[in-house]
């Protein structure tokens, strides 16, 4: 006996069909993707300043420049926690490890003082930044990012600043931030830049 037409159940077929087509391409997109983890937690070291002209500084001078580093300091925190892709340590679990490398090394030269304070602080990266400033108009703020385990370098990037303001340090930390959050995103997406 042959079935009669019916609109209504070759709709309710096409919907089964739509909804299984769509499944399936679901699957393969969520499959062929990397899920990403969640935030990486990082420890972030005060930034240092090398400053090439330190003996002609006047007092005010440096006094504008502390302020500028600890600023800078706090905006790559801050920035990088904002991100939702870092979850930054508290540094002061470990302020007695800093002090005491600190007093015996530049913390921006040593090979180990950052992955020291990331073992102590539980972290799965540790940072360190600095700015090199050459003259009022030329200065250029650095970060590098460390697997706390290995000790590889998974991130290394310089930017250029134009102008001794707070307004220019504050821009070259927006930009270095970026450049770390897109490598990272990269990254995890199979993409691998370069350090």
């Given amino acids: 006996m042959r079935r009669r037409f019916s609109p209504r159940a070759w709709l309710a077929h096409g919907v089964r069909v739509s909804c299984v087509i769509v499944a399936v391409i679901a699957g393969f997109g969520w499959g062929a993707a990397p899920a990403w983890a969640g935030p990486v937690s990082i420890a972030v ?5 090398i400053d090439d002209n330190a003996a002609y500084n006047d007092a005010e001078t440096n006094r504008i420049q502390a302020a500028r580093i600890g600023m800078i300091s706090d905006a790559v925190r801050a920035q990088l926690d904002a991100s ?38 539980g972290v799965q990266q540790a940072a360190v930044c600095w700015v090199q400033k050459v003259s009022n108009l030329i200065l250029n703020l650095n970060l590098r990012v460390e697997d706390v385990a290995s000790g590889k370098t998974l991130f290394q990037r310089s930017v250029d600043i134009r102008g001794n303001t707070d307004l220019s340090w504050r821009r070259g930390a927006t930009a270095l931030v970026g450049l770390l959050v897109e490598a990272d995103a990269a990254h995890a997406s199979g993409t691998h830049a370069a350090p």
């Fill in 45 to 49: 070291m005060n930034c240092v300043l």
């Fill in 84 to 121: 939702q892709r870092y979850r930054v340590a508290d540094n002061s679990p470990a302020a007695g490890l800093i002090a005491k490398l600190g007093a015996q090394q530049d913390l921006s030269t040593c090979d180990n003082c950052a992955r020291q304070v990331g073992r102590e602080l």
